[in-house]
């Protein structure tokens, strides 16, 4: 049995922008990236298939050039990504120079191990040529033997750039620290997702400060396609084994991507090719295979013959048979080359097939920015394709099973990942404080009746994909790096929130949770790790950005399901009405407000529509039988902001309060002060 959890649909305008070229060649997000080629620290987050490799080359070119460096080395995390970087002829599109990669320099192409490409790596230092390919690996040792300072002078660009971490024992982290240390290079850092599955911090804070930001979102890139005008994001919960109930998930008429489980993974069978058989049996009659592709080639029932491309495989011979095949660049328009991809551990990065309309994967993945990956798979704009899903298939928890634990586990981070990438598709947030000087911002709509000087105004930018939202009592940022991460890094505060086990089990399964126990005290916690340098109240600015953008996504999509079958609301402006009429529907948008909505409410509703009773009682079990006491460090939190509250009400909270959170912050200040007393009796 399969049970679907309704998907979140995203609904775009298709106006074409952001596939236009201007006079040198150059997208919407090219463009954006070039205007800020001259900074020597450059990030640019931008999503899978929106242009990153071409704006590198632009800005490599310029740097070479116009800037007076003497080389670029740009590193990608694996040699199948190389060939993003292969010749280009820019000036054939009106740009005023080519990109040309002398086939000895790109090492992804080369053979041999890394020890051969590593010499390589010298011999180009050395020469007066110009640009170099490699992978992460092959820089990483070629750092370790030539040393920081055999990089002066150049740039460096790092393309898929959430590989890297902050953490010691990230090798590539670390010699990049010691290159923005040195400050003797240019660095060029792009990703499509600025985060990792392992919620690790990416950049130190002090380096990550050094690095100017361009920022091109989902929404811009999907607003901006020529075609596909709608993304659906479904989450489905099956029992028994996923093989069995696959073609109530998997359509055999779409392009699909199916992505089938590691044989570790719970939801695997451990006979991985078993599976892809069992598969390829439910969807028809196999007819052979392709002597030129490797298809497998299977009729349906309605008499079409599905061209199903296995990476499964084992057998070398066959799969690059099959890989090759699929890289073909004279079949890359050509829509009937292939109907379905079965993969396992590949097709993901950098795989480009531009038809694909469905990526299904079946097994929760450990790492969210993998999920951003795969959904990136089927985000290509294609003639003729109008909608695109992503699907993630998980086991139901299941009470009898030793593994209850992992299940739940699996659930929750399905969970954090939907919450994750409906925040990464939604427009930006622009928030500011409602003041007596307020006033609508040029180029904003605010909707039916225009802007309103006596309520708080939500604002909406159909050009630039922005909301501009006024809300009571918002604390501004006011250091420039507060700023920075206000406007440019919310998603990855929300995505630290969002990760947090105990955060999300709270969330979802403590019937006696205050919200603001998470919305202030975790979420404050969260934005205190991170950015330590940050002065309180600037920390304090961050975290009521990073809850409002949470909240107010969760509210409008919480309105948008409810109005699922009124056409007028689920169209392209969906989320945005949803956000204004949660505005217009309070009586004062004040953070206070914000606070007090739980961000994982909208999310258990869905859960409990769509897993089974037993299940849900099953995971509430498990998760109700570790539930902690307060900790010393959540009582200091909620003691200053019980200081913070006698200074605005002119009294300490009261413990016999009908108000929850006023009676949490009691609780924290009654906690510290048994914890004094027992220390001054020893």
């Known amino acids: 049995m399969t049970q679907q959890v309704p998907s979140v649909s995203v609904n775009y305008a298709a106006n074409g922008s952001s596939t236009k070229s201007n006079e040198l060649g150059m997208r919407e997000m090219q463009e954006g990236a070039y205007e800020k080629r001259g900074e020597q620290y450059l990030l640019i987050k931008s999503p899978p298939a929106s242009g990153k490799s071409r704006a590198l080359m632009f800005i490599a070119l310029d740097k070479l050039h116009n800037q007076g460096l003497r080389q670029a080395i740009v590193v990608v995390p694996e040699k199948s990504i190389g060939s993003s970087f292969n010749d280009e002829p820019l000036s054939k599109y009106g740009f005023w120079a080519d990109w040309t990669v002398q086939p000895r320099w790109n090492l992804c192409n080369a053979p041999g191990g890394d020890d051969g490409k590593v010499g390589a790596v010298g011999k180009f230092l050395a020469s007066d040529d110009k640009i170099l390919v490699c992978t992460h690996a092959t820089f990483r040792f070629a750092v370790d033997k030539f040393g920081i300072e055999a990089f002066d002078d150049r740039l460096i660009a790092v393309d898929e750039f959430h590989h890297v971490s902050a953490n010691p024992d990230n090798k590539l982290g670390t010699h990049l620290g010691a290159l923005v240390a040195r400050d003797k290079v240019h660095l060029v850092a792009m990703t499509g997702s600025y985060f990792r599955g392992d919620a690790e911090a990416v950049l130190s804070p002090e380096d990550e400060a050094k690095f100017d930001t361009f920022t091109y979102t989902y929404y811009q890139q999907l607003n901006g396609y020529k075609y596909l005008k709608t993304l659906d994001i479904g989450y489905f919960f099956y029992s028994g084994s996923y093989a069995d109930d696959i073609l109530k998930v998997l359509d055999p008429t779409e392009k699909t991507i199916l992505h089938i489980p590691n044989v570790n993974s719970r939801e695997s069978t451990k006979d991985k090719h078993r599976e892809v058989e069992h598969i390829i049996d439910a969807l028809g009659d196999w007819q052979g295979a392709d002597p030129i592709t490797g298809f497998q080639l299977v009729k ?40 379905i991809i079965i993969a396992l551990g590949m097709a993901k990065e950098g795989f480009d097939w531009i038809w694909c309309e469905h990526a299904l994967t079946v097994g929760y993945r450990a790492s969210l920015t993998e999920i951003v990956q795969i959904i990136g798979r089927a985000t290509r704009d294609a003639e003729g394709k109008t909608r695109a899903r992503f699907t993630n298939l998980i086991a139901e928890p299941d009470a009898a099973a030793e593994a209850v634990t992992e299940a739940v586990n699996d659930t929750l981070k399905a969970i954090a990942a939907s919450l994750l990438m409906e925040q990464v598709l939604a427009p930006r947030f622009n928030f500011t404080p409602k003041t007596v000087k307020s006033g609508p911002v040029e180029g904003f709509d605010y909707g039916e009746g225009g802007y309103d000087p006596n309520k708080e105004n939500v604002g909406f930018s159909e050009a630039s994909g922005q909301f501009q939202i006024e809300i009571k009592g918002l604390v501004e940022p006011k250091s420039k790096e507060a700023k920075r991460i206000c406007q440019e890094d919310l998603n990855e505060v929300i995505t630290a929130f969002v990760q947090d086990k105990t955060t999300i089990e709270r969330g979802l399964f403590d019937e006696e949770l205050v919200p603001e126990e998470l919305t202030q005290v975790r979420m404050g916690k969260i934005v205190g790790a991170r950015f330590p340098e940050l002065d309180a109240e600037d920390q304090e600015a961050v975290r009521q950005h990073a809850v409002a953008a949470l909240n107010l996504t969760q509210k409008a999509k919480e309105i948008a399901l409810s109005n699922r079958d009124d056409t007028e609301t689920t169209g392209n402006t969906a989320l945005i009405d949803g956000v204004r009429k949660f505005a217009m529907d309070v009586r004062e948008l004040d953070i206070d407000l914000i606070d007090r909505i739980n961000p994982f409410g909208e999310a258990y509703s869905i859960l409990a529509k769509t897993m089974s009773e037993e299940s849900l009682r099953q995971v509430q079990a498990v998760i109700s039988a570790k539930k902690v006491q307060l900790s010393p460090d959540e009582a200091r939190d909620l003691a200053k902001r019980a200081v913070k509250f006698k200074q605005e009400r002119g009294r300490l909270p009261s413990i016999t309060s009908p108000d929850p959170w006023e009676k949490k912050m009691a609780e924290g200040v009654a906690y510290l002060a048994r914890m004094k007393l027992e220390a001054a009796n020893g």
């Open 300 to 339: 349906t029932p309605d008499e079409r013959v599905l061209r199903i491309a296995d990476l499964v495989d084992d057998e070398p011979s066959k799969r690059d048979k099959v890989s090759a095949a699929l890289k073909d660049s004279t079949q890359k328009n050509n829509r009937d080359h292939v109907d």
